[in-house]
């Protein structure tokens, strides 16, 4: 509706500058304050399921897309975000990824957990290995070596293995990045530190990754009144 609303003021204000009208009938047409839907969070046992389907699987792309989404559960980074990133931006002594592009044009250091770590470090093994990559080489390229995947070639990837893994139909790649921010805060119980860890430029976006706090609440109440 707010899509039709905005195409006839437009259209209306542009008639009325033009002189094609002499009043503009689309000049009190308010647009509707939309609500942004939540994305849905992937759990830790749907990750597990996924990354062990491609495990166990024979297809020639497996190796690559277990670390890809292995990234996206396991740093939270947006979809976009991955794609750019090569052997350079590994650093195994600080476990860390540089991330070079980011929405708003900025760079940062991701920290990594260790098992983020030793897939990174098989895959990286493997590239060596068979395309003799060295530190400029994408981690993550599509049919040619110096082309990196698209975010289409990895939402069809992603759908694949959801369909064959089993896992909830509704989820999406963006399910990654809710589900890291899920999984961090009820670990740290600290909205600030996730949304540090995620980059949001707005607290408020990183509450609607968290969703409702209800059970967090009903905990501190309990530890506060016991």
């Known amino acids: 509706m707010n899509r039709i609303k905005s195409t006839f003021r437009s259209f209306f204000r542009w008639a009325f500058q033009s002189g094609l009208i002499s009043h503009n009938p689309a000049a009190n047409l308010r647009i509707s304050k939309a609500v942004s839907q ?12 996924l990354l062990n389907t491609i495990s166990e699987s024979d297809d020639s ?4 897309d277990k670390t890809l989404f ?10 976009a975000e991955a794609l750019p990133l090569r052997v350079k931006d590994y650093d195994r002594s600080s476990l860390t990824l540089y991330l070079p592009k980011l929405k708003g044009g900025s760079d940062r250091l991701q920290p990594i957990p260790h098992r983020l770590s030793r897939i990174l470090e098989r895959w990286i093994s493997f590239l060596r290995r068979t395309d003799h990559a060295d530190l400029s080489s994408l981690l993550f390229y599509g049919r040619h070596p110096e082309r990196p995947l698209t975010t289409r070639q990895v ?3 992603f759908n694949r293995w959801k369909a064959l893994s089993g896992i909830r139909e509704e989820l999406t790649v963006h399910s990654f990045r809710a589900g890291f921010a899920t999984q961090l805060y009820r670990a740290t119980g600290d909205l600030l530190l996730v949304h540090h860890a995620i980059g949001h430029s707005n ?5 609607r ?18």
């Open 203 to 207: 607290v408020r976006t990183t509450e």
């Open 61 to 64: 792309c497996a190796g690559r």
């Open 38 to 49: 939540r994305t849905i969070p992937i759990n830790v046992e749907e990750i597990n399921t």
């Open 209 to 226: 990754y968290i969703g409702n706090h209800l059970f967090e609440i009903r905990k501190a109440i309990e530890k506060g009144f016991c």
């Open 155 to 157: 939402r069809f990837r």
């Open 70 to 79: 292995a990234t996206y559960a396991f740093t939270g980074i947006r979809c």
